[in-house]
């Protein structure tokens, strides 16, 4: 079953300094029953804002959102649940712990909310406070507690009441690397063994990729691609999709005499194959940089500019035509600066040789 | 010399440089200013009522004690002072909770507004009230009775409701400030999550937004419980001629009119311990009742709060706004430009009947209005520099070199804030006139210590919390470049915190102008500020004269505020 699911939603938003600002557009999407869903993204494309949508404290501009068979925002209908009224869980970035309350009566408030018996609100709190490890510190206050304690006790918090959805809006990004990871699993733990559907949203594909069962990746308010972390990384739908999940090397390229001609190199084409089905005679070819071969012979000849030793790997830069790419590579055979040697892509993306979104548009937006 | 060679202790002291401790020479300099300025008179006061020609002697504060005027005097300001901490709390929460959580429209107008009240002085307010709903003679009384055709007045300001009434509309911006703050710097994320776990709008505002405003609220009202315990101004000018007294008032009656004999004095003093212990009281179970902690609420990378949609209550809740304004801030100005324009005092306020001769006589004829102009430039500029310069130096002691005993200094610094102005205002009677062979009475010095005893605990607050902002570690980088402590001072804790100083000089300057209670004791026949000019002029019946006057003074501290809101909005810019 289908546990939210948005109908064209849009969102835009009115301000004095900017004018409409488009925050979410035109936006279909299904996250399903148990399912892990990611919302990835650069800052300002309109993750929060499709988040606070399905919260209920933002009303859409256009379009609807339904939650599992009950619709909760309908534009056309003027029609809309408040928050309270949704029975959602929701956990923030800035923690968001009642620092009058202790640890218990933070867990506990929905519970008192609704009114359930002292007797019930114990073994639910215990309960919830037991899965996120926090039990034992229920007369704490919230000052005197870790950020990743106060985190707990938001995820506690969340699911106390037996929300089925969880809404986190990068609820690790104000931890350090270390705990992120750990908290990283607990969520996922906690997931499977609740059979909790989660919406989260974050701008580090890392923890999208490792958490999620599908994920969504947004530009600007437009859905550029929904698919499950493995596909989406092996098959990103265009360029800027490509660059937001790893490290990239984009070259542009011409097509003539069944050749791949590297824009601004007249005397060597690249060795790779072309697409059956391309028909237009220029794209983009896009590469990993831990993908790319070198090779003593053959390839594409040039000489590398720069190399640096990081340990794991050699990362080397050098010219394909007039644009300089990126290589990582572990191969202990060694170049050094001034070499010659040899390029082979690999495995390579195609791509129209018009970006989606102009970069002029792109900078314009960066302001707001 | 090879390292690691014994050295002998001369070789070591020559090695380790100066010897000479800044850090220590200020703080032996801040505890004996503080010493003479604040600690000195409150000693004299306790002195001289418990000790007669050298011998304890106790039956003056106990009898005065037992007279029941006094004793009713204490319980009007025990009366007055709950009353108006209660009612300005609410309003001010009220008003701070409608700007900074609904969608009311208007908002960055409204909070000016708001906080004009707090720069209007009191006394002027509690004239131009009198002046509208005094019993017979009020313009709105009169108004009403005419209309009525009857002969009951519609309010009678000069009682213990009036005086309630007025102080509550000079007061309410205190916590109206510290709420609207508290409420700005709220992450709105704390309300939010309680939305989503089911809580609505109200049940939000009860158990999450105030329980997180309270330490908020309760600064605000203390500083009005403060205020409101040891005002003169209001309950002098509206309840003298209905023998309405307060402790504040009583005292000064007391003292005036003995006409400044030493046994008026001592009976002054002893009602000054009488009050002081009120005050400390209020304040302790002030905080008995409020216990607070200081919770960390300020907001994270998040949105703006959601606002509460107002709908159909917009109109009436924007119409209460304007009506409340325009009671508290345009009535009372109006009357007194009004007033002030008057050609005689009890004729209608028509054109024909308006003339700018009051203005000329106080701002060229009148000697004293004169002088009581320059007075209060002269004193309030003296003040102002001298506190904000010496208040830096304790603070930056405390802040920054916190060497042992600061707790002593911090102490000393605060302890002015509980002591009423016309307490202080006897003590340094009690201390400056002759007692240590030096008689100041009757000059303008007398009045500039009791200025610079009252106004350091203010500078020394807002130099603090301009020097915590300058990180220790932009110090210590200059004394690494080889830069001496008084040169790192001068160099780079100095100019960092000079903008804070300029606004410092302000929040002095500004009260010190429209000062009334302390200088009222103080003044000698050429040294009237104008808060005591207006207020003579208006006792000695010359109502036009005092409103032109009065209007002097709030075109001057209007000025000196726009002054000051320009001078932080360029620091901002920075
Ligand atoms: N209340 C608002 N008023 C005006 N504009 C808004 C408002 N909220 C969001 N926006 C705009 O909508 C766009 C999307 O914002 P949103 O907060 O959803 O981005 P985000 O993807 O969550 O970014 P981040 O990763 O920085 O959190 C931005 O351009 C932002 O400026
Ligand atoms: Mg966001």
Redesign the pocket.
Known sequence: MDMVVLKNVT?F???KA?GK?T??DDVSLNIREGECFS?L????????????MIAGF?DLSSGEIWLGDRPVSIKTKNFYVPPEKRQLGMVFQAFAVWPHLNVYENVAFPLRIQRVSNAEISDQVKQALKHTSLSGLEEKYPSELSGGQQQRIALARAIVANAKVLLL??PLSNLDPKLREIMRFEIKDLQKKLGLTIVY?T?DQAEAMALSDRMLV?DM?VVQQVDTPTNMYNNPANRFVFSFLGLSNFVPVALHDGLVWPAGSASSSLECEIPEDWDDDRAVLAARPNEIQLTPEGGYRTRIKNRVFLGDYVEYRMDIGDTEIRVQTHEHRDFQVGDVCGVRLGKVKWYPAEDEVSDEERER?KV? | MRAGQSLRGSELRRMEGSRFNTGQLLLVISTVILIITVVLPVAMIVYNVFFYKWSFDWSLFASMLTDPDNLAAMWNTVKISFLVTTLGTVVGLFFAWLIGRSDIPLKGLMKSLFVIPYMFPPFIGAMAWGLLLAPRSGYINKMFMALTGGRTPLFNINTLAGIVFVELCYYFPFVFIQVSGALERMDPTLEESARIAGANQMTVIRRITMPLVVPAIAAGAMLILISSLSHFGVPAILGFSNGIFTLPTKIYELIYRASGSFEGIRQGASLSILLVAVVVLALALQRRVLRTGRYDIIRG?S??PMLIKLRGWKAPLLAVCFVFLAITVILPLFTIFGVGLLKAYGVPMKLANMTLNNFKYVLFESRMARDSIRNSFFLSITSAVITMLVGTMIAYVIVKIQPRGKGVLEVLGILPYSIPGIVLAVGVILTWSGAFYLNLYNTIWIILIAYIARYMAFSMKSASASLEQVHDSLEEASRTCGASHFESLLDVTLPLIRPGMVAGFFLIFLPAMRELTTSLLLYGPFTRTMGVAIYSINEEGYTVQACALAGVAIIIIVLGELLLRFVTRERRGQ
């Open positions: 969102k938003f009115v301000t900017f600002v925050a979410v919302f993204g650069p800052s300002g494309c309109g993750k929060t804002t499709t988040l606070r933002e809006d990068e949203v701008h947004m308010g937006r707001i | 990378k949105m703006r």
